[in-house]
């Protein structure tokens, strides 16, 4: 039961393309991935739009983590998260013009790690995974979910495209296509 794996062997299941490692792993860090995108205020981007840069930072911790290091998956996961949305957050700033209002970027680069400990917070991120994974169920089509989760394992476009017997440019246009309908629904709701 992926429950009883470490966050390092979730991490490494996931990598090799088990769905249910990655599920499993979403749940356990999105309290992180929330609590680093709220903590951004004035940066002229929304917070959802933080919160998916996150989880596009969660998703590059787990393509790149190399457990040698000595370093937890939970700290490296961490530090890949903070980058990206600080990234994201750089990049808006230099796209729209300076607010008279500051920027506020807080406890992004904390350490999270007694956030895992909160019983309320660990239900949050389990409701919050399976409230992602009923939504991509549900308003992808069978094609874009595989796209989705095996780009999602690491895979670059070229191999998704061969290993589904697509050319790269329906990868991308498959991909392009759950963003879309993705940020329908945060629109929505």
Known sequence: MVDSLSDESLALSARSGDDGAMAALIARMASVVKAKAAGIRNAGIETDDLTQEGMIGLLSAVKSFDESKGVS????????????????????????????????????????????????RIVIGQDEADRLIRILDERLSELERKVLYSYLSGNSYRKIADGLSLRTKDVDNALQRVRKKLRTFHLQH
């Open 73 to 120: 998956f939970r700290t490296y996961a961490s530090a890949c998260i903070s980058n990206r949305i600080i990234s994201a957050v750089r990049k808006s700033v230099r796209l729209v013009p300076q607010s008279s209002e500051p920027l506020y970027i807080d406890h992004v680069s904390a350490d999270v790690s007694d956030m895992s400990a909160d019983p309320e």
